[in-house]
């Protein structure tokens, strides 16, 4: 099993930054994909962010520009950077962990909660 715990969440003003980190340990594989999601009140969960195995980036149109993903391979560690925070951004935003080259992602942490206010 993979364990793993978020940090950094909290209350923001609109135009403000975040950087939420997220911890990996326990089973570890050779090869793995990161990624950030997000879930709003009332809305389905969606994808944020992923930095694969090679260290390739992606993420959401409504995110690109504003928020950067990054990953140190050495601690088993995931970084989100989030700038020019927007209140649509509010939500609970989880880490998550697959397996190369798995598609859907297998461990999730709990969550930490983002809320930016207008």
């Known amino acids: 099993q993979v364990q793993l715990a978020e940090s950094g969440g909290g209350l923001v003003q609109a135009g403000g930054s975040l950087r939420l980190s997220c911890a990996a340990s326990?089973?570890?594989?050779?090869?793995?994909?990161m990624g950030w999601f997000r879930q709003a009140p009332g809305k389905e969960r969606e994808f944020v962010a992923g930095?694969?195995?090679?260290?390739?980036?992606y993420y959401r149109d409504s995110v690109r520009g504003r928020f950067t993903i990054s990953r140190d391979n050495a601690k088993n560690t995931v970084a989100l950077q989030m700038n020019s925070l927007k209140p649509e951004d509010t939500a609970l935003y989880y880490c998550?962990?697959?397996?190369?080259?798995?598609?859907?992602?297998?461990?999730w942490g709990q969550g930490t909660q983002v809320t930016v206010s207008s």
């Open positions: 326990g089973r570890t594989f050779e090869r793995y994909d």
């Open positions: 930095v694969n195995w090679s260290g390739g980036t």
């Open positions: 998550a962990v697959k397996r190369y080259p798995d598609v859907d992602y297998a461990y």
